[in-house]
């Protein structure tokens, strides 16, 4: 039995809003899970998008927008909690630039074992 439009809108929007949750304590595997939940939400909003039912609620697609406003932001504020630490990094193994910036962290990717 085919979905209706409200019924994907609100199933992208939890997914997006378990996002949020994982993002509130941004560990990596929080993170990991996070994508994976954001990664569902875009297929329920590809499948909303084909379904036509004239069931389009203003306040489905508002209430989306909130969610994804909210992901949007807590991505950002994760992404320079990480960008803090790299010039942390950056200024305690390598000091600083001329310009009195934290040197950039060696990101090749290269693992050295020893053992």
């Given at each position: 039995m085919p979905r209706s439009f409200a019924h994907e809108m609100a199933a992208a929007r939890a997914e997006v809003d378990a996002a949020c949750r994982e993002l509130l304590s941004p560990s990596p595997s929080g993170l990991d899970r996070s994508a994976a939940r954001l990664e569902a939400a875009t297929g329920r909003l590809n499948a909303a998008r084909g379904v036509v039912d004239g069931g389009a609620n203003v306040m489905d697609v508002r209430?989306?927008?909130?969610?994804l406003r909210h992901a949007r932001l807590l991505l950002d504020g994760a992404a320079r909690f990480h960008q803090g630490w790299l010039a942390r990094l950056g200024a305690l193994s390598s000091g600083y630039t001329r310009g009195g910036i934290p040197a950039p962290v060696d990101r090749s990717g290269r693992v050295l074992v020893h053992g």
């Open positions: 209430g989306m927008q909130d969610s």
